[in-house]
């Protein structure tokens, strides 16, 4: 009646090897989970709708993989039936990165076809298809390696219960291990093609530890270890050629950097576009994940302004009813420099200190191929809009929050009364803060939203759109009237000033207010999507 092996019974695989095999392949289903947002956003983007995808899919095929992996091995499952799983699996996952966009191309429709409105559907349905089918299938058959590699282990151990700890322990440091190297390590030095490559060949490893040592399972090593040499040679195939026209009169003509940071993917690329006259306009253009005719950067050759949104912005010292002291400015989501760039070039001192923060220290170097130069009174500071607030001193005539995580959502925790409340006591007595907000329409639910709560801090709040795109600028202070529009404004920004007066609507002649956002409840996706 002892719980001892009967005679002559061992077990299938040695303990030591069983550790080895489930730390690995733990490691490889977090690496490959992590990375795969990170590959999937130059065409979905990397929020929270596609890290929900993502997590469903590997939760779903995890699962399903150990249910079907349990039934397997009670049926007579083999060390070499379990090998071959893991040679699949790192089959499929070798050339994961190089399947997104084929899939993705397929499924998204063209580029012109995009607007803020529909993109939401598009990630959530296009994300869900794309993950499913390029990740799916390696990780269901990870999933089965558990209950299959427990089933070998456990006939004839005798001490089954301490075999088990043990299995349980190595697979969760594996898993802890693999959750760290991609964001500390592996996409910053390697790259998410050469992240993917990793993680089929950690599997090829795992396969190799149960193989002996000659046969057809080291052959079959061999031949993927040359597969994974030759996909490498290919060219980074989340790299997109240059679109060409997409527009009448648009069209982007050469892509100077396309690569991934810790943050995002980051694409430089000149656009061309024709004048009423025929004459042909050359700008630099920051793109960042999905975007593609969304851009977050621009520098106009040959021209002080950029024809865009940033024009607006830049024209706001000239309004604000300060004194003819130097107005201190801080730029949240900075960019590259844009807006940095058009206040120093148009003000020059009469532009204080001027902070430019953006959350991307990447993004931010790149600030020279935007126009920009260096000046002793500019401070450039990586770091979230947020924690930078924290610690900013009061005084500051100007805020922009122009951050956004993806194409069309600011950040929840930068759009909520505690979030409002801080900015506001950053700001000096007559200051302002001013937000662009992706929205076709001023009272958009977005917008309302925005609005009703900037309104539970500030006095005054307006708004105001640039008339053919989807920025709505929202303008809070406790100065009436917020702008003072007799103001001199210097020469080369009264079209930007006029194109901001003429949309201009204070929140009291707007209809019925939205709901207050909070940092306990702020549904800034949801109101994105929301179309009135």
């Given at each position: 009646?002892?719980?001892?092996?009967?005679?002559?019974?061992?077990?299938?695989?040695?303990?030591?090897?069983?550790?080895?095999?489930?730390?690995?392949?733990?490691?490889?289903?977090?690496?490959?989970?992590l990375t795969a947002t990170r590959a999937l956003a130059p065409w979905f983007g990397?929020?929270?709708?596609?890290?929900?995808?993502?997590?469903?899919?590997?939760?779903?095929?995890?699962?399903?993989?150990?249910?079907?992996?349990?039934?397997?091995?009670?049926?007579?499952?083999?060390?070499?039936?379990?090998?071959?799983?893991?040679?699949?699996?790192?089959?499929?996952?070798?050339?994961?990165?190089?399947?997104?966009?084929?899939?993705?191309?397929?499924?998204?429709?063209?580029?012109?076809?995009?607007?803020?409105?529909?993109?939401?559907?598009?990630?959530?349905?296009g994300s869900l298809i794309v993950t499913t089918l390029a990740f799916g299938p390696?990780?269901?058959?990870?999933?089965?390696?558990?209950?299959?590699?427990?089933?070998?282990?456990?006939?004839?151990?005798?001490?089954?219960?301490?075999?088990?700890?043990?299995?349980?322990?190595?697979?969760?440091?594996?898993?802890?291990?693999?959750?760290?190297?991609?964001?500390?390590?592996?996409?910053?030095?390697?790259?998410?093609?050469?992240?993917?490559?990793?993680?089929?060949?950690?599997?090829?490893?795992?396969?190799?530890?149960?193989?002996?040592?000659?046969?057809?399972?080291?052959?079959?090593?061999?031949?993927?270890?040359?597969?994974?040499?030759?996909?490498?040679?290919?060219?980074?195939?989340?790299?997109?050629?240059?679109?060409?026209?997409?527009?009448?009169?648009?069209?982007?003509?050469?892509?100077?950097?396309?690569?991934?940071?810790?943050?995002?993917?980051?694409?430089?690329?000149?656009?061309?576009?024709?004048?009423?006259?025929?004459?042909?306009?050359?700008?630099?253009?920051?793109?960042?994940?999905?975007?593609?005719?969304?851009?977050?950067?621009?520098?106009?050759?040959?021209?002080?302004?950029?024809?865009?949104?940033?024009?607006?912005?830049?024209?706001?010292?000239?309004?604000?009813?300060?004194?003819?002291?130097?107005?201190?400015?801080?730029?949240?989501?900075?960019?590259?420099?844009?807006?940095?760039?058009?206040?120093?070039?148009?003000?020059?001192?009469?532009?204080?200190?001027?902070?430019?923060?953006?959350?991307?220290?990447?993004v931010m170097d790149l600030r020279e191929r935007f126009g920009v130069e260096s000046?002793?009174?500019?401070?450039?500071?990586?770091?979230?809009?947020?924690?930078?607030?924290?610690?900013?001193?009061?005084?500051?005539?100007?805020?922009?929050?122009?951050?956004?995580?993806?194409?069309?959502?600011?950040?929840?925790?930068?759009?909520?009364?505690?979030?409002?409340?801080?900015?506001?006591?950053?700001?000096?007595?007559?200051?302002?803060?001013?937000?662009?907000?992706?929205?076709?329409?001023?009272?958009?639910?977005?917008?309302?939203?925005?609005?009703?709560?900037?309104?539970?801090?500030?006095?005054?709040?307006?708004?105001?759109?640039?008339?053919?795109?989807?920025?709505?600028?929202?303008?809070?202070?406790?100065?009436?009237?917020?702008?003072?529009?007799?103001?001199?404004?210097?020469?080369?920004?009264?079209?930007?000033?006029?194109?901001?007066?003429?949309?201009?609507?204070?929140?009291?002649?707007?209809?019925?207010?939205?709901?207050?956002?909070?940092?306990?409840?702020?549904?800034?996706?949801?109101?994105?999507?929301?179309?009135?």
């Amino acid at each position: 009646m002892g719980n001892e092996a009967s005679a002559g019974s061992i077990p299938l695989i040695k303990p030591l090897r069983t550790v080895f095999v489930v730390g690995l392949v733990g490691l490889a289903t977090m690496v490959i989970e992590l990375t795969a947002t990170r590959a999937l956003a130059p065409w979905f983007g990397a929020s929270i709708l596609t890290w929900t995808n993502v997590i469903g899919v590997v939760l779903l095929a995890l699962s399903s993989g150990a249910w079907i992996g349990g039934i397997l091995a009670q049926r007579g499952g083999s060390l070499f039936g379990l090998r071959n799983v893991l040679l699949l699996a790192a089959a499929l996952t070798l050339p994961a990165a190089f399947l997104l966009r084929p899939l993705s191309e397929w499924i998204l429709p063209p580029p012109t076809a995009m607007n803020p409105a529909i993109a939401a559907g598009h990630v959530v349905r296009g994300s869900l298809i794309v993950t499913t089918l390029a990740f799916g299938p390696a990780i269901f058959l990870l999933g089965m390696v558990g209950p299959w590699l427990i089933h070998l282990a456990l006939q004839g151990s005798s001490r089954p219960a301490a075999l088990m700890g043990r299995i349980f322990a190595c697979s969760t440091l594996g898993s802890l291990l693999g959750t760290y190297l991609p964001a500390h390590l592996l996409l910053e030095t390697v790259g998410v093609r050469w992240t993917f490559l990793i993680s089929g060949l950690v599997l090829l490893s795992a396969a190799l530890i149960l193989s002996s040592r000659r046969g057809k399972p080291v052959l079959a090593c061999l031949a993927a270890l040359l597969g994974a040499g030759v996909l490498c040679l290919i060219g980074d195939p989340s790299r997109r050629p240059p679109l060409g026209e997409v527009q009448p009169g648009l069209r982007e003509t050469s892509v100077a950097l396309d690569f991934d940071s810790a943050y995002q993917r980051v694409r430089v690329s000149d656009w061309e576009t024709k004048g009423d006259g025929g004459q042909v306009q050359v700008e630099r253009r920051l793109i960042l994940d999905e975007g593609q005719l969304e851009f977050h950067s621009s520098f106009v050759e040959g021209s002080p302004l950029t024809g865009h949104y940033y024009d607006v912005f830049a024209a706001l010292p000239a309004l604000l009813r300060q004194n003819e002291s130097p107005i201190d400015v801080a730029i949240l989501g900075g960019g590259a420099g844009t807006l940095s760039r058009l206040l120093r070039g148009t003000y020059g001192a009469r532009i204080g200190q001027l902070f430019n923060v953006e959350i991307d220290p990447t993004v931010m170097d790149l600030r020279e191929r935007f126009g920009v130069e260096s000046h002793p009174a500019d401070h450039w500071i990586a770091a979230d809009a947020r924690v930078f607030l924290a610690g900013a001193a009061r005084g500051l005539g100007l805020i922009v929050l122009d951050a956004y995580s993806h194409q069309i959502e600011i950040p929840a925790h930068l759009a909520t009364k505690e979030f409002f409340a801080l900015a506001r006591s950053r700001l000096a007595t007559n200051g302002i803060l001013a937000i662009n907000v992706s929205s076709a329409d001023l009272e958009s639910p977005l917008v309302s939203a925005i609005r009703t709560t900037l309104g539970e801090l500030f006095s005054q709040v307006a708004v105001s759109s640039w008339p053919g795109s989807w920025n709505v600028i929202v303008i809070a202070g406790d100065q009436a009237p917020l702008l003072d529009w007799t103001r001199d404004i210097p020469e080369v920004l009264r079209p930007a000033a006029q194109r901001l007066r003429s949309g201009w609507m204070p929140a009291a002649a707007l209809s019925s207010p939205g709901r207050v956002l909070t940092d306990d409840l702020a549904p800034l996706s949801k109101l994105a999507r929301e179309i009135r």
